[in-house]
């Protein structure tokens, strides 16, 4: 699969979460598994595309550097909006978090390494997992960056107008 038909696979998998059409991302889901189970990398190339398309975004979002020299850290939050510790996350999540971190930081050899140490499991649990998770985060950056006028890269589409039942949402 190549960086063009993991954008369009993750940009169509960003449109199915926002739609809530539930029957076809546990689908997606089941062939992906089935696919990493067989040797495939399609999930980690899916993965990867968003993780990179969402720390463009923060980084895009928290403007330029004053030196020019910054290090990145999340603040993890649960449902209730509590702080919670990375070590309360499942391994596969961690690792998800921790690829998110590697690539703010520009350290993208390291974001790869956690995606593939994400998705080490070829099992649906691990799949809809961290899937589901990087999708949410992606979702929310992207509603984020709309509300806000913040650039979002573009092989991403217009997703808001979509959700929004603007132009291309009928």
């Not at 696979?9 to 991302?25: F, W």
């Not at 689908?27 to 463009?56: C, F, K, P, W, Y």
């Not at 309360?88 to 956690?114: C, G, K, M, Y």
Request: net charge negative.
């Amino acid at each position: 699969m190549s960086e063009h038909n993991a954008r369009l696979q993750a940009r169509r998998l960003v449109g199915v979460m926002r739609a809530g059409d539930d029957e076809s991302l546990v689908l997606e889901m089941a062939r992906l598994t089935a696919d990493r189970a067989n040797g495939g990398r399609e999930s980690h190339l899916i993965v990867g595309e968003l993780i990179v398309a969402l720390a463009q975004m923060m980084l895009t979002a928290a403007g330029p550097a004053e030196d020019g020299d910054r290090a990145y850290g999340l603040e993890l939050t649960g449902d209730d909006d509590n702080q919670l510790d990375i070590d309360q996350t499942s391994p596969p999540i961690r690792a998800a978090v921790r690829a998110l971190l590697a690539q703010l930081n520009d350290h993208a050899d390291e974001a790869q390494f956690q995606v593939d140490l994400a998705l080490c499991e070829d099992n649906f649990k691990v799949t809809i997992e961290v899937m589901a998770h990087v999708l949410l985060w992606t979702i929310g950056m992207i509603d984020w960056c709309d509300e806000h006028g913040v650039a979002r890269p573009l092989w991403l589409g217009d997703l808001a107008s979509a959700r929004r039942g603007g132009p291309s949402g009928g």
